[in-house]
C-alpha cells in the first residue's frame, strides 16, 4: 500500500546526478551529428525522479548505402528495438547484483538545433510510459545549443491526455475535438536539478582559490566552506564577447529549420484539404445516388414492385479515410520549439542593436 501511494504522487522535478550529466554529453558529442541514445536508472522519492545512472544503446554499423541513409531512423528507434530491450534488461540486472539503483526511469536523446519532436521519440517516450504509474521521463541534450557555451538539457514528458489518444490510435478531427487535445499538450516540461556529492561539492567550493602552498586543514562543517576568505566575491569575471555584434549562426541555422517545418505544416494541411475536397466529392455522388434510388422505389410502389435496397451505396462507393492529425500535431510543436528558440536568441542581439543603433544610423537620435 506504501508503494501504490507513492506512485500516485505526480512527478514535480527531475533530479540528474552530474556523472550522468557529463556521460550524456560525452556519448552525444562522439556521436555527432547522429543521434545518441541510452538508458536512465534511478529512483522516484517523493515526485522527484532521481536520476543516479546511465548507459548507451550499443551502435549497429552500417555498410550498404540504405543502411547509413536511415542511421538517423534506427537511432532513434534504438530503446525500442528488441535487441536493445534485452540488453537493457541484462545491464539492469548486473546493477542490481553490485547494489546500484536498477530502476528504469526513461531514456536519453541527443538532438541538434532542438529537432527532436517527431514520430520516433513519441513512440519511444510511449514505450517506457505505457504501463500505469510508469515514472520514466526523455532528457534531451542539444549538441548545437551546448557548443555555444550553455548547457541544453530538458526533460519531458507525455501528458495524460496524449497518451489516452495515442493508446487508441485514432488522431481524426473528431477525436481530436472530443478529447480537446492540442498539440502544446504533447509534451510536458519537468524542471531539472543537477545535483553533486558531497564529496565533489567540497572540491568545487576550492576550485576558485589559489593552490596551497601547504597542506589544508579539514573543515569543520559546510559553513566553514562557504565562508573561506580565499574564495573570490567577483560574480562575474571581465567577458567581452557579449559586446560582439555578429548575428550567432545558431540564430539562423534556427530560422532556416523553422522555415522548413512552416512549409511542411503547409504541405500537411494540403493533403487534409484534399481529403475534404474527395469527401465532398463521394458524399455528393452517394446523395445523388439516393435520390435515383428513392425515385424509382416510388415508381416500383405504384406498380406494385418490390422495393430496391436503399442501403446499396455502401458497396458502390467508398469514403476516403481522414489522414491521421498526429503528423501535423507533432510538426506544429516542432514549429513552436523552434519559435521559441528564435525568440530566446534575438532577445540578446536586439539588445546589442538598440545600443548601437546612434552608430549604425548616424542620422537619427538615440
Known sequence: MADSGLKDVPLREVQVEALVVMRIIKHSSQAFPSYATGSLVGMDVNGVLQITNSFPFPTVDSTSSDDRHDNSNSAAAAPRA????????EMIKLLREVNVDAQTTGWYLSTSMGNFISANTVEN?????????????????????????SLSLKAFRLSSTFMAAYKEGKFTTETIQKSNLRYQDIFTELPITIHNSHLLTSLLHQLPAQPAKKELSIPADLASLTHDPALTHIPLAPNFDSLELSIDPFLEKSCDLLLDSIENHHNELNNHQYYQRSLAREQAKITQWQAKRKAENQARAITKQPPLPEDEWQRLFKLPQEPSRLDIMLNSRQVEQYARQVDAFTASVSGKMFAVKTNLLPGELA
Open 125 to 149: 517516450q510511449y514505450f517506457y510510459q505505457k504501463e500505469p504509474n510508469e515514472r520514466a521521463v526523455t532528457l534531451v541534450h542539444d549538441v548545437s545549443r551546448s557548443s555555444t557555451g
Open 82 to 89: 528488441k535487441s536493445n530491450v534485452a540488453y537493457q534488461n
